[in-house]
């Protein structure tokens, strides 16, 4: 017997570039293909939801979504950021209490999508630089003052936000950057204290207004030892910022689901190869449904 006879083996895009969402058809794709176990689903409606929905008394700020390379993390950021942009792709998610609960968002928000390269520019002059660009192809001309030229964040993003609202009254406006931490990394002692003032001014507009603000981390920014001696700054963020993390439990699931999907038939027949082992590994008995699900790939 071969392998192709026990797995629906689907190929999987290498890399999921944030970005590619802005296509209407690549974001029905992202959103179609995103595999959400009973926990994920869980994380979008009591975590994410909240953090993204502007209809409620209770305003929301800042989101991190956390999570190493291949985890997902650029996928969910899509995913979310397609819902909230195209309201007819909820019905595409493929679990059925995600579509049920996140029609609060779904085609509320106009969205620009970010990503980080190597730049030396402030993190406020790459995310306005965004913000102006994506305005502009929604028709809303508007530019910020240099950071030399204005006293805070704050006032320019409301300006801003005035603007947007004038043409698109009914509409949030959610802003999505992957990539972050590897541009903080990058940045010097003084530098990364401003980006810092800057984010925690992000968070709080976002709790006084329709703007919202996601952003993609591959570890957590609170945890970073390379961040300890901004820790009073990076307190100050956490405090604006809710955070989600894509946990290995998620990534297996994925796997199990996309990449290694069986039938019916195709798991009874790995069972009873695996059975024959049981009593040889203590692992492998009790956790044979795990092993069953993973196979030819190892749980751990």
């Known amino acids: 017997m071969k392998y192709r006879d026990l797995i629906q083996f689907e190929p999987l895009e290498d890399v999921i570039q944030l970005r590619s969402a802005d296509e209407r058809s690549k974001a029905e794709q992202l959103v179609g293909t995103y595999v959400i176990s009973d926990r994920m689903a869980d994380v979008l409606i009591h975590r994410i939801l909240p953090s993204v929905r502007f209809d409620q008394a209770d305003q929301s700020g800042g989101l991190f979504i956390v999570g190493n390379y291949g985890t997902g993390k650029s996928h969910l950021m899509s995913v979310v950021s397609s819902i909230a942009e195209h309201g007819d792709l909820l019905g595409k998610l493929t679990h059925p209490a995600a579509v049920e609960n996140m029609a609060p968002i779904a085609g509320r928000f106009k969205v620009i999508r970010q990503e980080f390269g190597g730049t030396d520019m402030a993190l406020r002059d790459v995310v306005f630089t965004y913000i102006e660009r994506g305005l502009s192809k929604m028709g809303v001309v508007h530019y910020f003052p240099k950071m030399g030229e204005a006293p805070n964040a704050k006032d320019c993003i409301a300006e801003m936000l005035a603007a947007f609202q004038q043409k698109y009254p009914d509409y949030g406006l959610l802003i999505v950057v992957d990539e972050l931490l590897d541009f ?117």
Do not use: N, W
């Open 184 to 300: 903080l990394r990058a940045r010097t002692d003084r530098q990364l204290v401003l980006d810092l003032a800057f984010l925690r001014e992000v968070g709080e507009i976002c709790t006084q207004t329709r703007l919202r603000f996601i952003a993609g981390l591959q570890e957590s920014l609170f945890d970073s030892p390379r961040f300890q001696f901004a820790a009073d700054s990076i307190r100050r963020v956490k405090d604006r910022f809710e955070q989600v993390r894509i946990v290995r439990d998620d990534v297996a699931y994925v796997v199990s689901r996309r990449l290694l999907a069986k039938t019916q038939a195709q798991r009874a027949l790995i069972r009873q190869h695996l059975q024959r082992f049981t009593s040889l590994y203590e692992s492998l008995a009790e956790r044979l449904d795990d092993y069953v699900e993973l196979f030819p790939g190892h749980p751990a």
